[in-house]
């Protein structure tokens, strides 16, 4: 199964050019979209008939990267008063209390860091690892990733036959897809087409 993935800037450019992929003869079950507006998002399911693409879940990274970012914030927040105890001779006494707070404060910063990593990883999931499960190469699933956050829409065709693709990826350019360095910089393609081998 081959996928063709597009970015366009509105999600009424994604809304015509998933009707004319749909009037080609392209099955709903084989489209997809995705953007970050979820009112939006859901005006175009209705709109089209066609489901938006989940990302993948996020899984433990967010989690570990939000409890690192919660102990570089606590230890951020607490080493400067303890150093000042240190500082001032009258409050040396306090030094003790100082290392008891940082010790508590690395405590609360890893389980609410981990806890709002979760939420965060749990909202709209991995649209990095959905691509690349798709066969897009890494360096433009990260760049359609950053143009979903930058409020842009991505479009996804799949279909087993090459000449399909080609149709797919011919009919997306003709509808306004956009290059990739217009968005995020540095991109050459103005769509991705690739196997499930990432050819």
Do not use: C
């Not at 080609?24 to 489901?51: C, I, K, N, P, Y």
């Not at 899984?59 to 080493?79: K, Q, W």
């Not at 956009?178 to 990432?198: C, M, N, P, T």
């Amino acid at each position: 199964m081959e996928s063709v993935v597009a970015l366009f800037r509105e999600p009424s450019q994604a809304k015509v050019v998933l009707e004319a992929l749909k009037s080609r003869g392209f099955e709903r079950d084989h489209l997809g979209f995705a953007l970050s507006d979820a009112v939006a998002e859901e005006d175009l399911a209705q709109a089209t008939g066609v489901s938006p693409e989940a990302g993948a879940p996020a899984g433990s990274a967010s989690v570990i990267r939000g409890a690192i970012g919660g102990v570089l914030a606590s230890l951020a927040l607490t080493v400067p008063i303890w150093l000042l105890l240190l500082i001032f001779p009258v409050t040396r006494i306090y030094q003790e209390g100082g290392l008891l707070g940082i010790m508590y404060g690395v405590i609360g910063g890893l389980f609410l860091g981990g806890m709002f990593g979760s939420l965060a990883g749990s909202d709209h999931g991995d649209y990095v690892a959905l691509l690349r499960r798709m066969g897009v190469p890494p360096v433009q699933a990260e760049k359609f990733n950053a143009g979903i956050n930058d409020g842009h829409v991505i479009v996804i065709a799949r279909n087993a036959s090459s000449a399909r693709a080609d149709e797919a990826l011919s009919l997306m350019r003709q509808h306004g897809a956009i290059r990739l360095d217009d968005v995020v910089g540095g991109g050459r393609l103005q769509s991705e087409r690739a196997g499930q081998d990432g050819r």
